[in-house]
């Protein structure tokens, strides 16, 4: 079963205008939804994974299942429904919840959906990163098993895939101030080498992105950021000319939401680019998150210019 969220268009001749204005911010409003990952796909649409609050709110234990939303103009958008569950992952926490930043992946002519959730009832000592696989962006998913080559486990979420140009794929992950990345293998579900710390970055907390723009690579993420005594994380980005670095560290691109965290991605569409990333004002509540996407402009040399929020 899907949903349109706005008056949904399927012409031919909406998916070729080209991007007007945005939609208001949240631009999800039917539930809950976090932590966006972007992507653009073969099908010219831009699909959005996020995570989900549940409510009523308690805490991030309670997140417990993934949709997926879509667009082919950023105006009009799909819910395609639920496309994971914990009660899905049989290796999983046993109590379920804990279902956090996603990302997704295509190579090899299928999906790749990556998920952080612990393997046991000690939570934060035992994440795993699982992946599920589908023939189809936007339902179908499959639970294949977890990334058996991690060995770092403490506070470490928020999967990356970034497939770069030349197909090779790399993964990502961290938390509690520590990222790391390596290359994978073509087959998406083992990595080909140790992971190792990406280096140069200042203040990182956790929420990586990884996209290409150019000859540049870019990795953004949050950072420990603090207001009036309560979590007001902001976004930074450091660029490096090799998708593992040493990343140059450039500043903050967006700065906090009013919500204790901040978690986002960088896509390109139909020429231009955009910023996803999350906000509490719906709901006032930190642990209620929508999704928002504003525009992402580049500077001459390459850099980002801060994001203006509308």
């Not at 290796?91 to 279902?99: I, S, T, Y």
């Not at 046991?120 to 699982?130: A, E, I, L």
């Not at 642990?287 to 040399?301: E, G, K, P, Q, T």
Request: hydrophobic share 30%; aromatic share 14%; glycine share 10%.
């Amino acid at each position: 079963m899907t949903t349109c969220l706005l008056a949904c268009s399927t012409s031919r001749e909406s998916k070729e205008d080209k991007i007007g204005e945005l939609p208001a911010n949240p631009f999800v409003t039917h539930m809950y939804t976090a932590d966006p990952s972007a992507h653009v796909w073969k099908d010219g649409r831009l699909y959005v994974y996020p995570s989900h609050d549940v409510n009523p709110p308690r805490g991030c234990d309670l997140m417990d299942q993934y949709h997926v939303f879509s667009t082919d103009d950023m105006v009009n958008w799909k819910d395609h429904g639920e496309i994971l569950n914990s009660s899905q992952v049989s290796w999983g926490r046993p109590e379920g919840g804990f279902m956090w930043a996603p990302d997704c992946a295509y190579k090899n002519g299928k999906y790749y959906f990556y998920f952080p959730h612990p393997s046991g009832s000690n939570w934060n000592d035992t994440w795993q990163v699982g992946v599920a696989v589908s023939d189809k962006p936007d339902s179908g998913f499959e639970p294949v098993g977890y990334i058996k080559e991690i060995t770092e486990h403490f506070a470490m979420i928020d999967p990356c895939v970034f497939v770069d140009t030349d197909g090779t794929p790399y993964f990502y992950y961290g938390g509690g101030g520590r990222c790391m990345g390596a290359k994978m293998k073509d087959d998406m579900i083992e990595l080909a080498e140790p992971l190792r710390d990406m280096e140069g970055l200042t203040d990182f907390h956790e929420a990586t992105w990884v996209h290409k723009r150019g000859e540049w690579y870019y990795l953004t993420y949050a950072d420990n950021h603090t207001e009036n005594g309560r979590g007001a994380n902001r976004m930074h980005y450091a660029m490096s000319k090799s998708p593992l670095g040493p990343w140059d560290y450039k500043g903050i691109l967006l700065l906090p939401t009013g919500c204790d965290t901040t978690h986002g991605s960088i896509v390109e569409y139909k020429g231009e680019w955009f910023l996803f990333y999350h906000n509490q004002a719906l709901s006032n509540h930190g642990n209620l998150r929508s999704i928002c996407v504003d525009r992402l402009y580049y500077n001459d040399n390459g850099t980002i210019k801060l994001v203006k929020q509308h």
